[in-house]
């Protein structure tokens, strides 16, 4: 069974704070992606990564940086967190087609206070 | 660059009457289409998608899906909705080709079955 696992359900962190979301994927894709989920705005990408290292920003990555150091693993990064970054944060994986499904995890409701 | 609007945010309908979920997207490039479901505390998973081939495309817990090139559509329906149907279902598009191409989703529409 395919999996895409995220460090946390629920976390809450003050403003100005690092806050590192982890996701890891267990179905070697090629492709992992986060995205913020907000009510009446959908599924916005932040952050997408293609391989290994390589990252592409997505519509909306003011605010964000991501790590991809193994293939598994990839690590969204708010650098200094801030109230308007209060959201639910999605990951997901797919394999190098683009005809491929795409699996999410399970999300991480972050709030900043 | 691709676009999804499902002008519908909400749809309540009663158990056992059919019900159809609107998606309309714009293009300027071929693309594939998708429809997502999120159950309530879950992540997304995928109900069907079009690829190719058939413009009526069947997917999982009795869902279909109509592609209509010449009106930019991808209606979702369902004959018979069951209350565990209640979930939110996001519209998606990728252009084709290319192994770096990504999604882009509506705003979703929340789908309230009751009895």
């Known amino acids: 069974d395919v999996k895409v696992t995220q460090s946390s359900r629920y976390l809450v962190k003050r403003t100005g704070e690092k806050v590192f979301l982890e996701c890891v994927q267990d179905m070697d894709h090629e492709n992992m992606f986060w995205y913020r989920q907000d009510p009446g705005l959908g599924l916005r990408l932040i952050y997408f990564s293609y391989d290994v290292k390589m990252k592409e920003k997505g519509d909306i990555p003011e605010g964000y940086s991501v790590s991809r150091e193994k293939k598994e693993r990839f690590s969204l990064i708010l650098e200094s967190a801030s109230t308007n970054q209060t959201s639910m944060y999605l990951c997901?994986?797919?394999?190098?087609?683009?005809?491929?499904?795409?699996?999410f995890g399970p999300g991480t409701r972050l709030t900043v206070l | 660059a691709q676009s999804v609007t499902q002008l519908d945010s909400q749809v309540p309908v009663f158990e056992e009457a059919p019900v159809e979920l609107r998606c309309n997207y714009s293009?300027?490039?071929?693309?594939?289409l998708f429809w997502y479901v999120q159950y309530p505390n879950q992540g997304l998973q995928l109900l069907l998608k079009y690829l190719s081939g058939s413009t009526l495309v069947k997917g999982i817990n009795g869902f279909e899906a109509e592609f209509n090139k010449s009106q930019t559509s991808f209606h979702l329906r369902k004959p018979s909705v069951h209350i565990s149907d209640t979930a939110e279902y996001f519209c998606a598009v990728s252009r084709t080709g290319g192994t770096a191409s990504k999604l882009t989703f509506g705003t979703g529409t929340r789908l309230q079955v009751t009895l």
């Open positions: 293009s300027s490039v071929s693309v594939y």
């Open positions: 997901a994986s797919r394999g190098a087609a683009s005809t491929d499904t795409q699996y």
